[in-house]
T-cell receptor, first 107, second 112 residues
């Protein structure tokens, strides 16, 4: 029921790229992506609607393959500020958050 | 300055006591949500409301209750029926149910 994210955790050096995947067993209307820093509230990154669209936000972009019910978040040239836990949210009649991916960017 | 406020930031209660967590928003959003987050885990939906005087159960509603008497306010009561209430509670709101959610700073509840 809950979207499954992979990997569970990833460690990067500054400047490296990463991909976070989100897979749902249910048909989704849209996919949300959020980032949460330790002890803080999640912050919205982007929404992807049905239609296989891609979106970008500075060096962070995402795609949504509605046929496979999968979404991927792409982080390029990572910065220290990208560290945190990334959650996808799959929207059906309500938004259900994924299991989370912990991303740590080291100098 | 618009946003969502939750109070208090830290809350301690004795086992068996009911406790109410406050959530207020001045964003004029129709939809509001309560989530529970346990260490190292994701966000689990407790209740949500799309409009005043209406709310629906989320995935883990047992032991919790809510009210939505005003558009701006969506308080959550953690009752003594909740078996393991110690957690980080997050309130969120959105313009409509499908749109991006804005989160409050959270309340960390510890039941002793």
């Amino acid at each position: 029921q809950q979207p499954v994210q992979s990997p569970q955790a990833v460690i990067l050096r500054e400047g490296e790229d990463a991909v976070i995947n989100c897979s749902s067993s249910k048909a989704l209307y849209s996919v949300h992506w959020y980032r949460q820093k330790h002890g803080e509230a999640p912050v919205f990154l982007m929404i992807l609607l049905k239609g296989g669209e891609q979106k970008g936000h500075e060096k962070i972009s995402a795609s949504f393959n509605e046929k496979k019910q999968q979404s991927s978040l792409y982080l390029t040239a990572s910065q220290l500020s990208y560290s945190g836990t990334y959650f996808c949210g799959g929207a059906t009649n309500k938004l259900i958050f994924g299991t989370g991916t912990l991303l740590a960017v080291q100098p | 300055d618009g946003g969502i406020t939750q109070s208090p930031k830290y809350l301690f209660r004795k086992e068996g006591q009911n406790v109410t967590l406050s959530c207020e928003q001045n964003l004029n959003h129709d939809a509001m949500y309560w989530y529970r987050q346990d260490p190292g885990q994701g966000l689990r939906l407790i209740y949500y409301s799309q409009i005043v005087n209406d709310f629906q159960k989320g995935d883990i509603a047992e032991g919790y209750s809510v009210s939505r008497e005003k558009k701006e306010s969506f308080p959550l009561t953690v009752t003594s029926a909740q078996k393991n209430p110690t957690a980080f509670y997050l309130c969120a709101s959105s313009i409509v149910k499908e749109s991006e959610q804005f989160f409050g700073p959270g309340t960390r509840l510890t039941v002793l």
